[in-house]
């Protein structure tokens, strides 16, 4: 989880976005929601968002996209100079 959480700020960043500040709503996808997994994002969220709360929903799927990925995170950011 906390390498999916570096990954969106990598590709926010890399569309010449500013990050997780930007984000406004995020959905998880998860292939356990243990409370491991809820606390894991909820510690993420509070180091990648400090000055805002975004809308979160988060589900659990029998299967990702690879046998290996345990989380998938969606978001949608806003960017007002339209960079991204």
């Not at 959905?27 to 969220?45: G, K, T």
């Not at 029998?62 to 290996?68: A, C, N, V």
């Not at 990925?69 to 969606?74: A, D, G, L, P, S």
Request: proline share 1%; net charge negative; glycine share 8%.
């Amino acid at each position: 989880i906390d390498q999916a959480f570096a990954n969106v700020d990598f590709q926010l960043r890399n569309a010449g976005g500013q990050g997780w500040s930007q984000v406004y709503k995020v959905r998880s996808y998860h292939i356990s929601l243990d409370e491991q997994a809820q606390d894991a994002m909820v510690r993420n969220f509070r180091q990648w968002m400090v000055n805002h709360k975004a809308l979160w929903t988060c589900v659990q799927v029998g299967r990702l996209g690879s046998d290996e990925m345990r989380v998938e995170i969606e978001v949608e950011a806003y960017d007002p100079e339209g960079a991204c």
